[in-house]
């Protein structure tokens, strides 16, 4: 079992900046890849960004240059640096670990963290 608290969430003008953190507790040693997701007003939930264990990441194409992923295994903490926000980056933000044994992959979600950008 994994444990997932996000914070960093707030209320910032269009142009500013945040920053999100994701603690991870419980059996940590197995956690493969962490990410951010969001979930806008009416939306589906979708990928932001992810990190592999090795440090690999990937974003998505409407945040690419404007968000970076990070992680530190020491403290089994992600971040999500997030500049220049608009408007359209509203939304809750969830953070997702991934847990592979063998075959079967385990997802665990944190509670989320709303992100209100305003223009």
């Known amino acids: 079992q994994v444990h997932l608290v996000e914070s960093g969430g707030g209320l910032v003008q269009a142009g500013g900046s945040l920053r999100l953190s994701c603690a991870a507790s419980?059996?940590?040693?197995?956690?493969?890849?962490m990410g951010w997701y969001r979930q806008g007003p009416g939306k589906q939930r979708e990928l932001v960004a992810v990190i592999t264990s090795g440090g690999i990441t990937n974003y998505a194409d409407s945040v690419k240059g404007r968000f970076t992923i990070s992680r530190d295994n020491a403290k089994n903490t992600v971040y999500l640096q997030m500049n220049t926000l608009q408007p359209e980056d509203t939304a809750v933000y969830y953070c997702n670990a991934k847990i592979r044994i063998i075959a079967t992959i385990f997802e665990y979600w944190g509670q989320g963290t709303q992100v209100t950008v305003s223009s």
């Open positions: 419980g059996n940590t040693l197995k956690i493969s890849d």
